[in-house]
């Protein structure tokens, strides 16, 4: 090859440290061309976080309009374009990013690797990302954002009815990013089957990795569905094609079908590795090991073969005919079942355990209250009847905000003030993390909780003001000011990484005293992660070796050594 | 205390991640055109209701001679590959050239079905049949497009001398790719052509 004489002639600086300090000499140049694994990793949640303050805003604009009967704060056509980008940027630029940052700041530490497989795509990935994201937000100033809701259906989304170019900015930005997620997906497989350390055997995968492995299959094989979906719009808008409009004899019906065969399943890439932070967090705070590892992994498995067959039940109001209604009823009853498993996995973990309420885990305990809310609600849309009585009202609002943000928004702070001494090697205060906590769970109650009944009571979503009927207006007001104490928590939170940046005590290489690989580099971890590696011959590595007298090869019988791959090896200590 | 990346366990994790990267890829590609093909089939049906251009329209012994050629770029590439392990250097060049060659007169090939069709006032616009015909045929000869730029990147190299064998993981990933998309061609010629002929 001729990559020799290109490594003669570096056109980067090789980086010499792990994070090298922005002010440095090429410190920006060494982020911005960075390929390691924790820099791009950090970016991505970085990237997210900037895009989470920027969809935060847009709910908060609209949350103000919707504070009175008859607002007038907001156009309908601005309300129309900020309900749009709010949802793309929250699932797009927000959940994706997550998803993709947290598995590769993790995934090669937590399988013992130096880095992912393709450290290059990886940070084409994350560019991608940035890019698309930066598109999409482009079209505010271009002419006005997109106005078709989030999953832009036609014929709204045809050029006959929105003429701007808001959807096309929309269409091209998901297709760019979505290239940078399926890329993503490929290196984390990758990373996962060929990086893992001697001893890192399926079984001892910690199940934040297994889930994250699972999660990048299923962007692996719904993204695709995505970009052809979203190509076949671009094309009916550019070139006139005939894909969705009806006039031409084509089948709007047909849009939905594709695009939710790729939401649904958008729906379990914006969880599943969010039960895998909670499957980090609640055993390393109750001081036990993970309660029915096999079933956390199975059930997980379950989910991604059912998740791609469940879209349907977004679509009961179109009329499907009985037999597809059917389907997609028992299908969305069953994906219940293993989530619901996982959450008595969890609560049996917690049981008889020495629980520390740190922050991390009071994140994790409302996630468990919150996703369970979310999943009772959830469930209950695969009742028909039930569906089509309120669908497209605030009760899908307040059932998808409490699962995406009562739970995955939640296990992902859970995560942050977890492993956020390992990634800055400095501990935070733990009383504005709990301030944040409170603030946050207050706040998010109080706005989401409410939308339920204002879903009864038969507020449509997605309008932009409603009549002054009775309880409407006492209702938006609570919502509006719930919103306001959880964008003060989203403050506090800021402020809380500020001051443990600037004034947090050294965080020392495990300060939790937790059970996998990550913990056992330093704090940030070195450039190349590990030179070694303690020896895996279990699911906790690391306590394994920090308390050898409770190790959990020395308890090969019980359900605790169970599964560390190989028998022979778990009886000889 | 253990060595970071020294041993090498099962069969899946000795191989090549070049080879896992691109076949995940691919199964993410089957999905895409899956997805193209499924709506060319759905309006397939409703043709005749609509009234516009059908299939009857597609010059379909033409289209086999070049569907043949782009199987045969498939068969030249093995052949790079083949000398490429006998330490044949001129091989594997050559037969790349020779692939790259059939490639661009595959895309030819459609440039000149699209010309006709386009003569003829058939565009993507022109109901169910242009848009999902063209959007279909587009995006594969899209997929050719970027495997030359591929193997157009191979053939430079392979001149220069880069390859030395018996083994390289750039020439097998691509391979993979470019068997690939002669594949997907071979599935949209009997759904698209050899259907178009039996109706």
Redesign the interface.
Known sequence: MTAKTARDVPLVPEPTVALPSLRSTEGRLLWLSSVDHKQIGIMYILAALVFFLIGGIEALLMRVQLATPNGTFLSPQLYNQLFTMHGTTMVFLVGMPLVAGLGNYLVPLMIGANDVAFPRLNALSLWTLVFGGLLLHFSFIAGGAPAAGWFAYPPLSQRTFLSDSGVDYWGIALLITGIGSVGGAINLIVTIVTLRAPGMTYRRMPPFVWLTLLTSFIILFALPTLNATVAMLLLDRQLGAHFFTPYAGANPILYQHYFWSFGHPEVYILVLPFFGIISEVIPVFSRKPLYGYAFVVGSSIAIFFYSFAVWGHHMWAVGMGFWLDLFFAIGTFLIAVPTGVKIFNWLATLWGGQIRFATPMLFALAFLVQFTIGGVTGVQFAVIPFDRQVTDTYYVVAHLHYVLYGGSIFAFFAGFYYWFPKVTGRMFSERLGKLTFWLMVIGFNLTFFIQHVLGWVGMPRRVYTYLDLPGLAVMNLISTLGSFVLALSILTFLVSIVHALLRGAPAGDNPWDAYTLEWATSSPPALHNFAQVPPIRGRRPLWDLNHPELADYRRAGDAVGEGTGSRKEARTP | ???????R?SR??A?D?NL??MV??L???V??FG??IL?YL??RG?WA??G?PTDDVLDVPLTALFTALLLASSVTYWLAERSLARGQRRGVWGWLLVTLLLGVAFLIGQAVEWMTLFAEGIT??S??F???F??LTG?HGFHVLMGLVAIGVLFV?AA?G?FRGPHSS?LATTALYWHFVDGVWVVVFSVVYLWALLS
């Open positions: 205390m253990i060595e970071v990346g020294k041993r366990v899946l994790e191989a991640p896992i990267g995940l890829f199964a993410g590609e999905i895409f997805l193209l709506a759905y309006y409703q209701a609509t516009g993507i616009g109901g169910l242009g848009t999902t063209f959007t995006f190299q220069a880069a750039a």
